[in-house]
């Protein structure tokens, strides 16, 4: 077994949300590290998984009506099918609710009690229904509208605290000593400016009468435990902490790197290090927080923001490698980064299609012409060999130093150096006017010269794009899989005679933009309060025929098509210029919309604020005099009139989907 363990891991993923890029960010820069040091001979290991507890996962199941656990199973493959397409190699993928991790969250709590560390108080305070977190007096003041609506109310009840305030002065004094605990510096920073106020105990547990949908305590099974305390614990139960075969985490967890977003460094930089404390484990090796993926109009990408996939579909249309060494490229340590499609498309040509593409591209072309289609003789002629093969070992000790210190940007800036170098090298050869004029080994040097650059960029970008650097050592007669970093990036792996076949375009330079995929549109409207008249006429006109359905029933796809979401009334307003219609505020998760309805002869504006309601979210907008409408509610028409369709359960929340 190798000498030198890494073991990287990812947040677990709420398993309620849907994946974007800011998830596929983490996951891919892992899976990048854990390649590398694969590939640098270390013993790896990957983990990843999701997040499956708490109110919302609760909520969110009650309102289709199926079992947590059924929501849970349901969900979790959005996460696995993505990390399948995106090549992700973890080599765990832990759930909060299998009983392996349960188990020892139990006995991670049982000992903290033990210790003295958890103990029985009583929260006064502020308290946000809906979001399921404690708020203080400070924040309960700026969410007025939300207290006056009953979302955020006082409340007085017994739970179980962790005593943050005993190791806070232990934890300052670690960070102090270690000063790669947590990176970059800017967070560190951060966290010990948090730390210079006095803590509040951390409440840990939440009434089972409240909240089902958790680890109960195993101290007092009147609650559960509060879903960053049992989250957090993947990172060792995973491993197999204080199972009957602890090897595993005797192995890896000295070597711990967590990567998280910047968003999280408090629970991990914070309550991680004190909870492990408190049963005595030693801090994991590293926290590093990454920046966030902003959209191009510069609004945080959030799960609402433009709807599509949230640039997923930039892997669908222009290829996985190319997403992952985007994703690799265009953010910098602890930076944000913007991203669109533009900013893509030029990335990939610059890079990709023009510096390495390019490269393999004439080179293959000229081994082809020149050298009858197999590898060259290997030859060095003189300095300006000398000097290319310097360049490129250099910019490989350096791009292996970058990885080590978590800076792939950089380290693909290096290895790009070397390849641009060697299209520069070619132009100064003219290889070319050698083969003119019969000059064979100067066309032997050159060519063996930029198939040996090739093949050990094909080696560095491996584990940032392992299919596309397959193909190209395809191409190059290089050996398919590189082995070991030490012997791969020595001068002079490829062999004289092998053939060298060439191939198709690696990446193919991108011309016009396509824009974002569009949304599916629903293929059947429903008949609806505040539709524009005739709009459901024009749209059985358009439903294609489908053969073999029966006249008025749908298939199942149909029906998918029509996206229904729990959604709250915020806002509502007579129209200024019909009689008949409102014009409403909705939210839909954190996405505002407004949606004017045809229901005011059958209810006050005043009588609608706080409804929860559903509405179909996927309806193209309208202008219904003068005012916009982006979506459509549900209502019965009742004998007497007509009566919202809203949730049984009061406390659902927006955004959620109805199927
Ligand atoms: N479940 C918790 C983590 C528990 S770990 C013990 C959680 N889950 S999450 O699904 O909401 O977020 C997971 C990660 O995605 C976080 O690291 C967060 O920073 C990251 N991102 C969410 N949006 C992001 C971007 N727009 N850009 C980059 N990463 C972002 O938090």
Redesign the pocket.
Same mark, same amino acid.
């Given at each position: 077994m190798a000498d030198s363990v890494f073991y990287v891991t990812?947040?677990?993923? +709420?398993v309620n /949300?849907e994946p974007?890029? #800011?998830?596929a +960010?983490?996951s891919v820069l892992a899976d990048t590290l854990a390649r590398y040091h694969r590939l640098f001979g270390e013993d790896v290991f990957y983990l990843t998984g999701t /997040?499956e507890h708490g109110l919302k996962v609760q909520q969110a199941a009650r309102a289709r009506g199926v079992e947590e656990q059924t929501h849970c199973d349901e969900m979790v493959a959005h996460f696995q099918e993505l990390w399948e397409k995106l090549a992700i190699t973890n080599d765990d993928f832990i759930r909060t609710t299998e009983a392996r991790h349960e188990r020892v969250v139990r006995e991670f709590l049982q000992r903290s009690f033990d210790n003295g560390d958890i103990y029985k108080g009583v929260y006064k305070g502020w308290y946000n229904v809906r979001e399921e977190v404690f708020v203080t007096e400070k924040e309960a003041k700026a969410m007025a509208d939300d207290v006056a609506a009953g979302r955020v109310i006082e409340l007085e009840e017994e739970n179980y605290f962790f005593r943050l305030s005993k190791y806070q002065p232990w934890l300052v004094d670690y960070i102090h000593e270690n000063p790669d605990f947590i990176a970059p510096e800017a967070r560190r920073n951060e966290i010990l400016g948090f730390l210079r106020e006095p803590l509040s105990d951390l409440c840990v547990s939440r009434p089972a009468a409240r909240l089902k949908w958790g680890v109960p305590l195993p101290f007092d099974d009147q609650y559960v435990t509060y879903v960053?305390f049992d989250? &957090?614990i993947? +990172?060792v139960s995973a491993i197999g902490w204080h199972t009957e075969d602890t090897s595993r985490f005797g192995r890896y967890w000295p070597s711990a790197l967590h990567l998280? #977003?910047?968003?999280?460094i408090k629970?991990?930089c914070v309550y991680w290090p004190m909870m492990l404390k408190s049963v005595g484990i030693a801090p994991p090796r590293q926290i590093l927080a990454? #920046?966030?993926?902003?959209a191009a109009d510069g609004a945080? &990408?959030?799960k609402t923001l433009h709807g599509s996939g949230l640039f997923l579909w930039l892997a669908d249309r222009y290829g996985v490698d190319a997403f992952r060494y985007f994703l690799m490229r265009n953010m910098a340590a602890g930076q944000d980064a913007g991203v669109d499609e533009q900013t893509f498309v030029d990335r990939v040509n610059s890079d990709l299609a023009n510096d390495l593409g390019n490269l393999l591209s004439r080179t293959v072309k000229m081994v082809r012409q020149y050298v009858g289609g197999k590898v060259p003789e290997r030859r060095s002629l003189d300095e300006t060999d000398e000097g290319l093969r310097e360049k490129i070992e250099r910019s490989l000790v350096r791009a292996r130093e970058l990885i080590e210190r978590i800076e792939p940007h950089n380290a693909i800036e290096e290895i790009l150096s070397f390849v641009r170098a060697t299209n520069r090298y070619i132009v100064e050869r003219e290889p070319w006017k050698a083969y003119q004029k019969g000059e064979s080994e100067v066309v032997e040097a050159t060519l063996y010269h930029c198939l040996e650059s090739l093949r050990m960029a094909g080696v560095a970008l491996w584990p940032i794009m392992p299919a596309k650097c397959a193909e190209l050592f395809e191409q190059i007669g290089a050996p398919a899989a590189p082995g070991l970093w030490e012997e791969a990036t020595a001068f002079g792996v490829l062999q004289a005679g092998t053939p060298a076949p060439g191939g198709p375009s690696l990446f193919p330079r991108v011309g016009k933009l396509q824009g974002q995929p569009e949304t599916p549109k629903p293929r059947v409207a429903k008949p609806a309060v505040g539709k524009p008249a005739g709009a459901v006429a024009k749209a059985k006109e358009k439903a294609p025929e489908e053969p073999g359905v029966p006249e008025g029933l749908i298939t199942i796809d149909e029906f998918a098509n029509v996206q229904l979401r729990t959604a709250e009334i915020l806002e509502a307003r007579k129209h200024p210029n019909a009689d008949k219609l409102l014009v409403m505020r909705i939210a839909l998760g954190e996405e505002r919309r407004q949606i004017v309805a045809g229901i005011a002869a059958h209810y006050k504006p005043e009588d609608l604020v706080g409804k929860r309601i559903v509405v179909v979210a996927n309806l193209q907008p309208a202008t219904l005099r003068g005012e916009k409408s982006e979506g459509m509610l549900l209502a019965a028409h009742t004998p007497g009139g007509l009566t919202l369709i809203t949730t049984e359960d009061p406390t659902c929340p927006s955004g959620c989907k109805i199927s």
């Amino acid at each position: 077994m190798a000498d030198s363990v890494f073991y990287v891991t990812t947040p677990i993923y +709420y398993v309620n /949300d849907e994946p974007h890029i #800011g998830h596929a +960010y983490t996951s891919v820069l892992a899976d990048t590290l854990a390649r590398y040091h694969r590939l640098f001979g270390e013993d790896v290991f990957y983990l990843t998984g999701t /997040d499956e507890h708490g109110l919302k996962v609760q909520q969110a199941a009650r309102a289709r009506g199926v079992e947590e656990q059924t929501h849970c199973d349901e969900m979790v493959a959005h996460f696995q099918e993505l990390w399948e397409k995106l090549a992700i190699t973890n080599d765990d993928f832990i759930r909060t609710t299998e009983a392996r991790h349960e188990r020892v969250v139990r006995e991670f709590l049982q000992r903290s009690f033990d210790n003295g560390d958890i103990y029985k108080g009583v929260y006064k305070g502020w308290y946000n229904v809906r979001e399921e977190v404690f708020v203080t007096e400070k924040e309960a003041k700026a969410m007025a509208d939300d207290v006056a609506a009953g979302r955020v109310i006082e409340l007085e009840e017994e739970n179980y605290f962790f005593r943050l305030s005993k190791y806070q002065p232990w934890l300052v004094d670690y960070i102090h000593e270690n000063p790669d605990f947590i990176a970059p510096e800017a967070r560190r920073n951060e966290i010990l400016g948090f730390l210079r106020e006095p803590l509040s105990d951390l409440c840990v547990s939440r009434p089972a009468a409240r909240l089902k949908w958790g680890v109960p305590l195993p101290f007092d099974d009147q609650y559960v435990t509060y879903v960053w305390f049992d989250a &957090l614990i993947n +990172y060792v139960s995973a491993i197999g902490w204080h199972t009957e075969d602890t090897s595993r985490f005797g192995r890896y967890w000295p070597s711990a790197l967590h990567l998280i #977003g910047k968003d999280i460094i408090k629970p991990h930089c914070v309550y991680w290090p004190m909870m492990l404390k408190s049963v005595g484990i030693a801090p994991p090796r590293q926290i590093l927080a990454h #920046g966030w993926w902003i959209a191009a109009d510069g609004a945080k &990408l959030s799960k609402t923001l433009h709807g599509s996939g949230l640039f997923l579909w930039l892997a669908d249309r222009y290829g996985v490698d190319a997403f992952r060494y985007f994703l690799m490229r265009n953010m910098a340590a602890g930076q944000d980064a913007g991203v669109d499609e533009q900013t893509f498309v030029d990335r990939v040509n610059s890079d990709l299609a023009n510096d390495l593409g390019n490269l393999l591209s004439r080179t293959v072309k000229m081994v082809r012409q020149y050298v009858g289609g197999k590898v060259p003789e290997r030859r060095s002629l003189d300095e300006t060999d000398e000097g290319l093969r310097e360049k490129i070992e250099r910019s490989l000790v350096r791009a292996r130093e970058l990885i080590e210190r978590i800076e792939p940007h950089n380290a693909i800036e290096e290895i790009l150096s070397f390849v641009r170098a060697t299209n520069r090298y070619i132009v100064e050869r003219e290889p070319w006017k050698a083969y003119q004029k019969g000059e064979s080994e100067v066309v032997e040097a050159t060519l063996y010269h930029c198939l040996e650059s090739l093949r050990m960029a094909g080696v560095a970008l491996w584990p940032i794009m392992p299919a596309k650097c397959a193909e190209l050592f395809e191409q190059i007669g290089a050996p398919a899989a590189p082995g070991l970093w030490e012997e791969a990036t020595a001068f002079g792996v490829l062999q004289a005679g092998t053939p060298a076949p060439g191939g198709p375009s690696l990446f193919p330079r991108v011309g016009k933009l396509q824009g974002q995929p569009e949304t599916p549109k629903p293929r059947v409207a429903k008949p609806a309060v505040g539709k524009p008249a005739g709009a459901v006429a024009k749209a059985k006109e358009k439903a294609p025929e489908e053969p073999g359905v029966p006249e008025g029933l749908i298939t199942i796809d149909e029906f998918a098509n029509v996206q229904l979401r729990t959604a709250e009334i915020l806002e509502a307003r007579k129209h200024p210029n019909a009689d008949k219609l409102l014009v409403m505020r909705i939210a839909l998760g954190e996405e505002r919309r407004q949606i004017v309805a045809g229901i005011a002869a059958h209810y006050k504006p005043e009588d609608l604020v706080g409804k929860r309601i559903v509405v179909v979210a996927n309806l193209q907008p309208a202008t219904l005099r003068g005012e916009k409408s982006e979506g459509m509610l549900l209502a019965a028409h009742t004998p007497g009139g007509l009566t919202l369709i809203t949730t049984e359960d009061p406390t659902c929340p927006s955004g959620c989907k109805i199927s």
